[in-house]
């Protein structure tokens, strides 16, 4: 009986086209996944056919149409008869049939409980609240990673602020933070459990173990996102600033898993806390001696600072003042209108570089992300890296001489004026309506 099994679709081999490639930087060098593409001296590549598998990564990234697939004519022939079947358009797409089946092996939505010393940072309760709303979305559980020692008591604080189970791992080799032995627990983990995203706090300890992570997984990070959301195909979307803030750019992640994502301590909002809720906890080991770990933790200096510290990324009221103040001595004023909130005084970039206020007091993009009750933005024109810091406050009061200013944009209430005849109105009027207050 004759065999009616449709020959293979041939791959062919990458081929460089003489005189086209511009040098752009190795693209197709960095496309390849076997190796095949080599850079001369001139930033050309020079393909070796023999280890090409033919898979078209190099055409597809190319900019400049540099490169197309060879076929030899025994090749070409299959290909054409392939072609006069229809055989070309029914045949399924091998590579995309193995990512598929590769990603669907993922699931699950995991948050990284980041603490010192036992206490948690509060970034990890916001990205439960938000990793909820994903792990929603995808129909799946969302599991807190809680790694330390003695740290039991926070899978039941991951439980109330809505994880339906934590993974613990709780050993006297994990009471200080350090990326070696975390590293190993958590590629462990997610070798074993297999979850689809991975958010962890953008903080000192979050960047340096996701970075870490993704290393070791082989998979994509986006960092500092200020927005997360799942696509129709169950993709992360990770949304953040790009090139200097001028635009946001959303990054996917679509053929690796884990997806990992950090995200700054106050862009996410913190979810209501329900008491009492209880969850599943799974207790895991991470076989790994203290003596195999290369850093030794000898002493924890906190960098809590003293009473004038003032922690703007926490308050409620914050009275920002930027290149308008037109001097250091002019801040007096909003801390007097900050006194009368109870809150602190915040400043734009320009102010700080300026030398008008400490650099710990900047909001935005290279500051702080700040989510006050009330923020009160006085001659700061509204540059995006400063809004990605303040967006999302409750309510946004800006007073700007300049009624085109873009911070009018995000503005609740917005006043046209000069700060220096407005902002002492506004302290007059808040001590006025206190004293009534106080009469009454
Ligand atoms: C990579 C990168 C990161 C950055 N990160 C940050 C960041 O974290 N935070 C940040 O703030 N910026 C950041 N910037 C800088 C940002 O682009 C802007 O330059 C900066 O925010 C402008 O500060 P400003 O609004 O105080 O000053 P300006 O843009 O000069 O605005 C001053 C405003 O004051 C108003 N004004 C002047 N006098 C008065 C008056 N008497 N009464 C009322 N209004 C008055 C003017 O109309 C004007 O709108 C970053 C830039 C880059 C490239
Ligand atoms: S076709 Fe694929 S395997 Fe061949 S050189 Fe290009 S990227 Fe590498
Ligand atoms: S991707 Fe194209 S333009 Fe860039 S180096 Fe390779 S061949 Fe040249």
Redesign the pocket.
Known sequence: MADEKKPKRPRGKACLLEGKCIACGARCQSACPVNAVEMNEAGEPIIIAEKCIGCVKCVKVCPAQAIEMFFTPEEQKILDELMAQGGAAEEVDEEAGAIAAKLAAYRGVWVFIEQTEGEPAKVSWELLGKGLELAEALQVPLSALVIGEKVEPLCHEAFNYGADRAYLVDAPVFRDYRTQPYLKAVVGLVEKYKPEVILMGATGMGRDLAGAVATVLKTGLTADCTGLAIDDKRNLMQTRPAF??NIMATIMCDKFRPQMATVRPHVMAMPEKSAGRSGEIVLESCQIREEDILAKVIEIISDKKGKEHVDIAGAEFIVSG???M?GKENFAMLQELADELGGVVGA????VDAGWMPGDR??????KTVRPKIYIA?????????LV?MQDSDVVIA????KE?P?FQVATYGIV????QVVPALTRRLKELKQQKGRG
């Not at 734009?348 to 102010?351: E, G, L, P, Q, W």
């Not at 004026?417 to 220096?420: A, N, V, Y």
């Open positions: 200097g803030g930027g290149r308008g037109m734009s970039r320009s102010a900047q909001v935005g993009q290279t500051g006085c001659g700061i024109s509204g540059a995006i890296q400063h810091g007073i700007n001489r300049d200013a911070i004026g000069d700060i220096f």
